[in-house]
Structure formats: structure tokens, C-alpha cells
């Protein structure tokens, strides 16, 4: 079965505080992609980034960095030097065969 | 590229009404999901097309709900019989798919949904 699992339900800090955002993931499929994607207020989902499971490597790209361990089944998200407008909620997603299975999403709030 | 728009952003019926909610892709994007969320939950799958295929449906989508994509193009996702509990947001996505040996799948690219309430 596949299943998205993110802990973190609220997280609030401070502008300017990096924070990082826990995804852990279960599935028997050697060929998959995780994404993270951001949900503002407005409501609408959008794409920040995907790894297949064959990339390991950690990218940094902007304020935004990853981590993904496939020993571990995790792949964290950081943002670094959060500002005001990073509030959100931010959902892990699992895309494997023709699904794409989604976490409960951390809600995070940046308090200026 | 403009994006998924859905129609309409917000729709309160009574229940038992039938209500009738519509999809337009991205259109180089081959692939359409319909999803569903509830508040402090994740998108949950409902179905999905490939092109005007309806290949995959999931258990949670009973008899009342029917989406079609006559032509590949747009998509509606139809409740009759709404009951309050399919008070939800209704999420529509596209993507781009490529079988074969050099399988790809882009990203899933929403729409801003569709707010559902049934009173």
C-alpha cells in the first residue's frame, strides 16, 4: 500500500527562522516521484518540487532545499530565511503507477 | 498556458439537488484528475481520465458521482443526490503523460477548486 505520512500538523516560527517540514513515505514500487506542494489561503495547489526515486542528490533551489533518504523513506523540505508569505499549508505527495497519493499537510505560519 | 480553471468557485445546494461542477485543463495535458478535499485533509483521488478515457475510479466514489471528458477537452464531475457529506472542496488536476520506455509524468497542476456546501 502506499501511504504519505506528515507528522507535523501546525508549525509556527519566526520570519527569518529556517524551518523544515518532515515527509515520510511507504511504498513497495521501485519507480516513484515525491513532490511537495504548497496550498496558500487562496486554496489553490502549487508545485514547488519533485524527485524521482532514482536522484538522491539534495538540491538547494532558492530559499527552498531538500532531503530525500531513500533508507529512511523521508524527503524533507527546508525553508530557509522564512518570510511572511511562505504561510501555508504544505502537502507531501507520493506518485507511483498512475496515482498520486497526498499527506495531511503541515500548516505553517511565519509570524512576522 | 492558462492554467486549470474550474467552474464554479462556490456552489451551495440543498440536499438532494443535483449539482454539476466543470474542468478545464491545461491543454497540452492528456491526463485530468478529479479530487476531493475536506478541511485538515489532504486531495483525495476520485478518478481519472486519459484523454477521454476514464481509466481509473476510486472506492470512495459511489454511484451518485459520474465525471465524463467527452472529448478529451474539459471534464464534469456530476453529484446527484448531493447528501451534507459531500460538502467539500473539489479539485480538479491535469498533467502530461508519455508511456513507454521513457515513461514521464509531469507534475500535477491544480485548479483553485470548486467549494461545495450542502445545507
Known amino acids: 500500500a502506499q501511504k504519505v505520512t506528515q507528522a507535523q500538523t501546525e508549525i509556527s516560527v519566526v520570519e527569518k527562522e529556517d524551518v523544515t517540514l518532515d515527509c515520510v513515505y511507504e511504498t513497495r514500487d521501485t519507480t516513484y516521484y515525491l513532490f511537495w506542494y504548497k496550498q496558500p489561503p487562496s486554496g489553490e495547489l502549487v508545485f514547488l518540487i519533485r524527485r524521482n526515486s532514482f536522484d538522491e542528490q539534495n538540491e538547494i533551489s532558492g530559499r527552498y532545499s531538500w532531503n530525500f533518504q531513500k533508507s529512511t523513506s523521508s524527503f524533507n523540505f527546508t525553508i530557509t530565511a522564512s518570510q511572511v508569505v511562505d504561510s501555508a499549508v504544505y502537502f507531501c505527495?507520493?506518485?507511483?503507477?498512475?496515482?498520486?497519493?497526498f499527506g495531511t499537510g503541515t500548516s505553517l505560519t511565519v509570524i512576522p | 498556458d492558462t492554467g486549470v480553471s474550474q467552474d464554479p468557485r462556490h456552489k451551495i445546494t440543498k440536499r438532494g439537488q443535483n449539482v454539476t461542477f466543470r474542468c478545464d485543463p491545461i491543454s497540452e495535458h492528456n491526463r485530468l484528475y478529479w479530487y476531493r478535499q475536506t478541511l485538515g485533509q489532504g486531495p483525495e483521488f476520485l478518478t481519472y481520465f486519459q484523454n477521454e478515457a476514464q481509466l481509473e475510479k476510486s472506492r470512495l466514489l459511489s454511484d451518485r458521482f459520474s465525471a465524463e471528458r467527452p472529448k478529451g477537452s474539459f471534464s464534469t464531475l456530476e453529484i446527484q443526490r448531493t447528501e451534507q457529506g459531500d460538502s467539500a472542496m473539489y479539485l480538479c488536476?491535469?498533467?502530461?503523460?508519455?508511456?513507454?520506455?521513457?515513461?514521464?509524468?509531469?507534475?500535477?497542476?491544480f485548479g483553485n477548486g470548486t467549494r461545495l456546501t450542502v445545507t
Open positions: 505527495a507520493l506518485h507511483t503507477g498512475n496515482q498520486f497519493y
Open positions: 488536476a491535469s498533467s502530461s503523460h508519455v508511456g513507454g520506455l521513457s515513461s514521464y509524468n509531469s507534475p500535477l497542476h
